[in-house]
C-alpha cells in the first residue's frame, strides 16, 4: 500500500522526500515569510505521514515477520511502531535528527533508513545479512559500547526484526565506515522503532 497522493504530491512539489521534509524546509533560502509558510508545509506533511504510518503499520516483533521479509519484494514497505504507538513529537525530532545525522557525514551513508517506521524491504534484506557478520575483538568492543550506552540498551526494545535490522546496520558501519560505539548509539537512539516517547527495554 501506498502513501496517500497528497503527500507524494507534496513531497514532489517541494524537490524532495516527505521522509526528509522537515529539513527541507530549513533549505528554502528567501524572506521570512517564504520561510515560514515551507515550515508549516513541511509540519503539514509530517503529521500527514505521521497519521498514516500510525494508522496502517505492518510491523510486528513475531519471529514468522522476522522470517517473512526474506521473500518480501524490495519495493515493499516495513511500517509502524512495534510495541508502543507512535508519537508525533518524538517522531518529528527522530526524522530531523537522522537528516541532520546524514547531512553531517561526508561518507554515503545510504543504509541508514530515512524513516525508522518506513523501511523499504529491499534496504531491511540487505541490513539482515550483515546482522551475522563476524566483527574483530575492537569492532566488538564499539559494538559493545553501543548495547551498553543506546537508550534501549541495543538496536531495540525488544529481539524483533528490528534488533537484527538495526544490528546489522551497525556492523556494517563499523565495518565499512569506521563508526564509534557513541556514533552507533545515537543511530540507534534516532531510529528506535519501538513507538512512544521515551525508552523502553523490555528484552
Not at 565499512?176 to 523502553?200: M, P, R
Request: hydrophobic share 40%; with cysteine; aromatic share 8%.
Amino acid at each position: 500500500m501506498k502513501l496517500p497522493f497528497a503527500i507524494a504530491l507534496i513531497a514532489a512539489l517541494a524537490g524532495g522526500n516527505a521522509s526528509l521534509f522537515p529539513g527541507l524546509a530549513l533549505a528554502q533560502a528567501g524572506k521570512p515569510q517564504q520561510d515560514s509558510k515551507a515550515a508549516g508545509f513541511a509540519k503539514a506533511v509530517l503529521a500527514a505521514k505521521f497519521d498514516y504510518l500510525s494508522k496502517n503499520g505492518n510491523s510486528s516483533c513475531a519471529a514468522s515477520f522476522i522470517a517473512s521479509i526474506p521473500a518480501m519484494p524490495d519495493d515493499a514497505r516495513l511500517r509502524g511502531s512495534c510495541c508502543s504507538p507512535m508519537s508525533l513529537h518524538r517522531y518529528g525530532e527522530q526524522i530531523e535528527g537522522i537528516r541532520k545525522l546524514k547531512a553531517a557525514d561526508s561518507r554515503s551513508l545510504a543504509e541508514i533508513p530515512d524513516d525508522p517506521y518506513d523501511i523499504e524491504a529491499g534496504l531491511a534484506k540487505k541490513l539482515l545479512s550483515y546482522y551475522e557478520m563476524k566483527l574483530t575483538r575492537e569492532e566488538q568492543a564499539r559494538y559493545d559500547y553501543a548495547m551498553k550506552n543506546s537508550h534501549e540498551k541495543g538496536p531495540c526494545c525488544c529481539r524483533c526484526w528490528r534488533w537484527q535490522v538495526y544490528g546489522g546496520l551497525a556492523k556494517f558501519l563499523i565495518r565499512n565506515h569506521g563508526f564509534s560505539g557513541k556514533q552507533i548509539a545515537q543511530v540507534w537512539d534516532l531510529s528506535d522503532g519501538c513507538g512512544g516517547e521515551g525508552d523502553h527495554v523490555q528484552h
